[in-house]
């Protein structure tokens, strides 16, 4: 093991890689110095060798809080491919005897991943009070947001855990966070001396397309046209699950020799997985999907980003665009809009939080209950029932009451006087909410019917300035699809019987492998 | 085609006994004395537990469709049903498939997800070592179906598994039709191949989703069967099958009283011929009902009475014979009783058996 040398040395020793990746470095110096760091790189860049590289070279533990729980496994997997043994996941598909096990085995580990949700668990800061701590990282911490587009009430808790293991160095990390949501990470992980880093996140090479139709049928129209040109790795994003299934299948039907698939949260998990790594594997060549797809995803050469439905956030439009091109090929985000699409983001929204009705329906009955002392839903699935809300209704109601001490349970006692402020303040929060999305909404709008530069206009509400792009900017700039010439797919020869394919699975060796 | 033809078979053979919805809890396995005791009340067990993702709006959903398309009618009584002619011919045509053959969900009700999940898992782990790949993402990710693999694998190095798990899986899918046996093949997953979505699958073999479910439903079943009827064929399939409970233990006495019910004496003539006394011939029946879960009860005690005999049991939420016995209509005796409690004891998990 190399314990000296230069930074460059011990990434190619335990990384393989030649050279730091933009930011990388400078993030990783400060991480050594023990300084606190906010970092913001754009995905796809490298995020997770800033604290990798630090947990190999530092004494003690490095905790990663990660919301996801498959990127989370991916990386253990990948991390002890690499002959890095000492790190471990704690999720919640693991069973009780297997968290006891880790649990008491922590100082074997020098990187530990956990969801927000686990490291709530009383049982587990116990364990990890007793370890040295050497790095707290807060992966994708927009999520501590509640003005980010991916809010987790369990990341507004970090703090708390953070004090009870002794005031560790933080680095948080994220690659989509507007200067609101900046000074939130900060305040809330209460370190006002944070260092912030911030990379940009423009795409040179991804051509930004916007087309206004005049209803879907031209949607449909404009797709089977681009497409029928290119076979190329493609998203096509919808904010419905019910419109990307039925899109698939048009689509399938006017395209033969493409590969469609639809990919969404209320699939199965197997199958989940099956589209997503028939992606990977280039057994598919296109995914209608919703916004469920692509958080983990890696593959490099995606080079048709559609948005049959406009997302309401301009920062979820940018993640979702910078899925293409990751392998710094030309590639193209093409949304095409609809005046009328306007309604849809704020059907859901309404849909989201609570309305004024359902917040004194919720009130009313809590109030009952204490009153007359009746049981509360033991089963936490079972409070959205129990107000006849929905559960995204719950989880916001749930977060605020969370956030005020007040956990609903049997035997409770609570002034109603209190009760009626806590959900005065709710009220307010909601409206407060509301509007923001609203206005996020709003700038979503603006900026598909800017008339100067996309790309300008898209970028400067991040950062500070950008790269310009002579050729292939965007619509307004001026695209030149004759220009735009990806490399094609080379679909995989489809074997002609189930014997065959079983022989293939099983008993063919590496010689006989198709293309 | 499937769902259609095994609906209107249940309404067939509930007769208007239940509503549209005893129907879907059979298909949907709910874990209910009821739903068990329906299940073999009316000869619906190989559907018990065959469908368990649907949900109920969308099990309504397939009855207007069924309505819409003649197949069944509504009837006087709120959510009950009754066949038209045109759906007593599809339920015909639905008899010949070879589906309505394979299909066995109170027998391998659970065991056949599990066989399922650890043959996917299975089949990709070895097919990736094959090509010395040990890195993968897993297409099952449920930790106890990845520990069982492992499991397995320490038990067989991987020289001459792959050969003989290839030489088990072609002879038993020669037990199916060309298509089944594409169909399955088809969801199998492999080094740098994922297998098909159960969407794929309806999509290629112009299938509805709820019909490619229970297609692949009753293909496992009839894998199952023909493992387990000749295990010493598939050494390394076998193993993916859970055990069946173990066997109880019949007494010489019992087992001679069953061997002259199987003649066709009654209970009376028993006694006699074997010089005891009835109540002891009771016991001996509770005893076989206990043992062989084929052993029919109806002749002891009829459809109407174990509905009658449950129905108070879960109502007053007792197994105190006394109590029941009380409340029964004075027919009902503590035998029959005791063989209701003997029966659902055995078919219902612990924890279902006071809902
Ligand atoms: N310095 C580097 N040189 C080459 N490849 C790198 C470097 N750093 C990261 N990568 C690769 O880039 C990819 C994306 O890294 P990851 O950390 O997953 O990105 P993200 O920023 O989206 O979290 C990974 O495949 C990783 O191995
Ligand atoms: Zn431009």
């Known amino acids: 093991m190399i314990k000296t040398g230069t930074l460059e040395n011990q990434l190619e020793f335990y990384f393989g890689y030649k050279t730091f990746r933009t930011g990388q470095k400078e993030i990783i110096s400060r991480v050594l110095q023990g300084k606190d760091v906010l970092g913001i790189l754009p995905t796809g860049t490298g995020k997770s060798i800033c604290y990798q590289l630090p947990a190999r070279l530092q004494k003690g533990l490095t905790i ?26 704690l999720n919640s598909f693991l069973d009780f005897n297997q968290r006891k096990r880790i649990y008491r085995s922590l100082h074997q580990y020098k990187l530990l991943y956990v969801s927000p949700e686990i490291l709530q668990q009383k049982e587990l800061q116990h364990y990890l009070a007793k370890q040295h701590i050497s790095l707290f990282v807060v992966d994708e911490a927009h999520c501590i947001s509640q003005w980010g587009h991916e809010f987790r009430p369990d990341y507004q808790k970090l703090n708390q855990v953070i004090q009870l293991l002794g005031h560790p160095p933080i680095l948080a990390l994220s690659a989509t966070a507007t200067k609101d949501v900046q000074q939130d990470i900060i305040d809330s992980l209460k370190r006002p001396e944070m260092e912030k880093l911030i990379y940009p996140m423009d795409r040179s090479n991804i051509a930004l397309s916007i087309q206004e139709v005049s209803n879907n049928e031209e949607k449909l129209e404009r797709i089977t046209s681009i497409l029928s040109k290119y076979q190329v790795p493609t998203l096509i994003y919808f904010s419905s699950k019910l419109a990307a299934e039925n899109v698939s299948i048009f689509l399938a039907e006017r395209l033969p020799n493409h590969r469609i698939a639809f990919y969404h949260g209320g699939m199965e998990q197997m199958d989940r997985i099956a589209i997503q790594q028939q992606f990977m594997n280039n057994q598919i060549d296109v995914i209608c999907c919703t916004s469920a797809f692509g958080m983990g995803i890696n593959k490099n050469n995606i080079r048709l980003v559609f948005h049959y439905h406009f997302p309401s956030q301009i920062e979820s439009y940018i993640q979702e665009i910078g899925r293409a091109g990751r392998d710094g090929e030309q590639s193209i985000s093409i949304l095409l809009y609809n005046r009328q699409d306007e309604f849809l983001p704020r059907q859901l929204m309404d849909s989201e939080l609570p309305s004024d009705e359902d917040l004194s329906r919720v009130y009313r009955i809590i109030g009952q209950s204490i009153a007359s002392k009746k049981a509360f839903p033991t089963d936490l699935t079972e409070f959205p029932l129990f107000f006849e809300i929905s559960e995204t209704q719950w989880r916001f109601i749930q977060a605020q009451l969370e956030k005020h001490g007040l956990i609903l349970e049997n035997s409770l006692q609570y002034e109603q006087s209190k009760l009626t402020k806590i959900f005065q303040l709710i009220r307010t929060i909601r409206d407060e909410r509301l509007f923001f999305k609203q206005r996020k909404l709003h700038e979503m709008i603006n900026w598909i019917q800017s008339e100067s530069c996309l790309r300008e206009a898209l970028y400067t509400k991040f950062q500070e300035g950008y790269t310009s792009v002579d050729d292939q900017c965007c619509s307004i700039c001026g695209i030149n699809l004759q220009n735009f010439q990806p490399e094609e797919i080379q679909p995989h020869k489809v074997l002609a019987s189930w014997e065959m394919k079983l022989r293939q699975l099983l008993v063919v060796g590496e010689q006989h492998e198709t293309k | 085609m499937y769902i259609e033809g095994i609906i209107l078979d249940g309404l067939n053979k509930l007769n208007m006994n239940r509503s549209i919805f005893g129907i879907y809890h059979i298909l949907f396995g709910k874990k209910s004395v009821q739903s068990v005791q329906d299940a073999s009340l009316f000869q619906l067990e190989t559907y018990y537990g065959i469908y368990p993702t649907l949900s109920r709006e969308h099990y309504v959903r397939i009855i207007s469709k069924m309505k819409e398309d003649g197949l069944i009618e509504q009837a006087s009584k709120d959510n009950h049903f009754t066949i038209t002619n045109k759906g007593f011919n599809y339920l015909k045509s639905f008899h010949k498939t070879s589906i309505y053959q394979y299909i066995n969900g109170l027998i391998f009700q659970g065991k056949d997800d599990l066989f399922l999940l650890r043959l996917y898992l299975l089949i990709q782990t070895y097919s990736n070592l094959h090509r010395n790949n040990n890195t993968f993402i897993p297409i099952v990710d449920n930790q106890e179906v990845m520990n069982w693999v492992k499991q397995f694998y ?11 798990l290839y030489a088990e899986m072609h002879q038993l899918l020669l037990c199916l039709t060309e298509k089944e046996a594409e169909f399955f093949v088809d969801r199998l997953t492999g080094y740098k191949y994922y297998g098909m979505s159960m969407d794929q699958l309806a999509v290629k073999y112009l299938l509805t989703r709820d ?30 099958i859970v055990e069946q409970k173990q066997r109880k233990f019949i007494t010489d006495t019992a087992a001679k009283t069953y061997q002259l019910l199987r003649e066709n004496y009654s209970i009376r003539q028993i006694a006699q011929m074997r010089k005891l006394k009835e109540n002891t011939i009771y016991d001996h029946i509770i005893e076989i009902a206990l043992y062989d879960e084929n052993f029919s009860i109806q002749s002891f005690v009829s459809p109407n009475e174990q509905v009658e005999i449950i129905s108070i049991i879960q109502r007053l939420k007792t197994y105190k014979l006394k109590q029941i016995k009380e409340h029964c209509r004075d027919s009902i005796t503590y035998f029959q009783i005791r063989l209701v409690l003997a029966r659902w004891k055995e078919l219902l998990p612990e924890e279902a058996r006071h809902d």
């Open chain 1, 64 to 89: 990663v809080v990660s919301p996801l729980i498959s990127l989370m496994m991916d990386q253990v997997k990948e991390l002890r491919a690499t002959n890095f043994k000492e790190v471990v996941a």
């Open chain 2, 154 to 164: 320490r038990n067989h190095p991987k020289t001459t598994t792959n050969e003989r």
């Open chain 2, 211 to 240: 019909d490619a479910h229970i297609f692949l439903r009753g293909i496992t079943h009839q894998l199952m069967t023909q493992i387990v009827g000749r295990k010493e064929d598939y050494p390394i399939l076998s193993q993916l």
